[in-house]
C-alpha cells in the first residue's frame, strides 16, 4: 500500500495525544491516542474536519487501538465528524477500537453510525 504523503499533527498542548494520519490512495487514515474528553475533544474535531476538507477523502478511518477513554465529549465529537464527513460525500469507519470504547458506543446506539470494526 502506497502512501502518497503522510505528517504528523500536534495538539497545541505537547500533553496531549499526538494525532498521525496518513493519506493512502482515496482513503484517510487518522490514528488518535489516549484519552478523547471534554479538554481535547474540540482539537480531535477541528483536526478531523480539516483532514475531511484537505483530503476530501472517500473513506476516513479513524483508528482508535491506542484510545483509552472515549468522554460525552469526544462522542459528540466524532458524531460532528461523521455528519460533516456524510455532507462532504465521505463515509467515517472506526477500527481497532478497544472494548470498553465499543461497550461506550454501543450504549449510546452509534456503532452502525459509524461503521465501527474491531
Sequence with gaps: MSFLHEYEGRYPQDDLAPLVMAV???DAVVALAGEIDMDN???VRQFLDGVLQREQPRNLVID???VTFLGSAGI???LHCHTNADRLGSRLEIQHIRPQIQQVLE???VTDMFHVSV
Design 41 to 43: 475533544a474540540a482539537q
Design 24 to 26: 493512502r490512495d482515496v
Design 107 to 109: 450504549i449510546c446506539g
Design 64 to 66: 482508535m487501538g491506542e
Design 76 to 78: 459528540h465529537a466524532l
